[in-house]
């Protein structure tokens, strides 16, 4: 697929996100429990076939309880009802399972639904930690683009003068050369724009909080193309264009968010 096709695609996606933070937090909402709802299918797709897969009892109620959690804190009642058919899932799942590998489909669950439903409630906490000011956006945007910024100097660096392998037990095409061109240039953008987002931030710490975030960045890349190598799958699904599915767009994303919103908040920037 042409540079071309992925970067149409690419534009599009950041557009309906730039459009949902404009409109406000239960757009965001809506647009990141979508994505999450189509991730969540692809994760459970990609295990079929396998000896065992995710026991959808407990991915689905527990991703939608952690998405709830952080979209709508306000709704205890919402929580309870999440939380208690999370519950009763892990009870289905562990009694109900069948003879063989039960527990192994709990935790296959559990992971799922913690990669797809508690990490993306950071950017919701992101969102609403920024404040006033458009800086809850401009926060969303930089979580943003240390992915993309990473992805794509990744994939052109290492595409053209990338020659030593890197993790190539789990990815064959990734390179050192194309992995550091993907740490150092959302590093530099980000770590500089972070303290015109938020001032309380001196520029050594924004320039750490950008490094440790990059590096997240690609753990979450290397963590998605691990699973796909252990099921045989080349791409998540098909939906974007150039990019393959869901989880192959925002795998990197899940991570950065959690990172940039707990180092902030361990700092104290917020």
């Known amino acids: 697929m042409s540079l071309a096709v992925r970067s149409v695609s690419g534009v599009a996606l950041v557009g309906a996100l730039v459009l949902a933070l404009f409109l406000g937090p239960s757009a965001l909402a809506v647009l990141v429990g979508g994505l999450m709802a189509i991730g969540i299918f692809e994760y459970w797709q990609l295990w079929q076939g396998q000896p065992v897969g995710p026991s959808t009892v407990v991915l689905v109620p527990l991703a939608g309880f952690w998405l709830m959690r952080y979209a709508y804190p306000a709704l205890p009642a919402a929580s309870i009802g999440l939380l208690a058919g999370s519950l009763l899932g892990l009870t289905v799942a562990l009694t109900h399972g069948g003879r063989h590998r039960s527990t192994a489909a709990w935790a296959l669950g559990f992971g799922g639904a913690a990669w797809l439903g508690y990490l993306p409630g950071y950017i919701l906490l992101l969102y609403q930690a920024g404040g006033p000011h458009g800086r809850?956006?401009?926060?969303?945007?930089?979580?943003?683009?240390?992915?993309?910024?990473?992805?794509?100097?990744?994939?052109?660096?290492?595409?053209?003068?990338?020659?030593?392998?890197?993790?190539?037990?789990?990815?064959?095409?990734?390179?050192?050369?194309?992995?550091?061109?993907?740490?150092?240039?959302?590093?530099?953008?980000?770590?500089?724009?972070?303290?015109?987002?938020?001032?309380?931030?001196?520029?050594?710490?924004?320039?750490?909080?950008?490094?440790?975030?990059?590096?997240?960045?690609?753990?979450?890349?290397?963590?998605?193309?691990?699973?796909?190598?252990?099921?045989?799958?080349?791409?998540?699904?098909?939906?974007?264009?150039?990019?393959?599915?869901?989880?192959?767009?925002?795998?990197?994303?899940?991570?950065?968010?959690?990172?940039?919103?707990?180092?902030?908040?361990?700092?104290?920037?917020?």
């Open 136 to 270: 809850g956006m401009a926060l969303v945007l930089l979580a943003v683009g240390v992915s993309v910024i990473g992805d794509t100097t990744a994939y052109l660096v290492g595409s053209s003068v990338g020659r030593h392998p890197f993790m190539s037990r789990i990815s064959p095409k990734k390179t050192w050369e194309g992995a550091v061109a993907g740490w150092l240039a959302p590093t530099l953008v980000t770590g500089a724009l972070l303290p015109v987002v938020l001032p309380s931030v001196t520029l050594p710490l924004a320039f750490a909080i950008a490094a440790t975030a990059s590096a997240a960045a690609i753990v979450g890349d290397l963590a998605e193309s691990q699973l796909k190598r252990e099921v045989g799958a080349k791409d998540s699904g098909r939906l974007i264009p150039g990019h393959g599915g869901v989880l192959d767009r925002v795998d990197s994303l899940l991570f950065v968010a959690a990172v940039v919103y707990s180092l902030l908040g361990v700092a104290h920037a917020f």
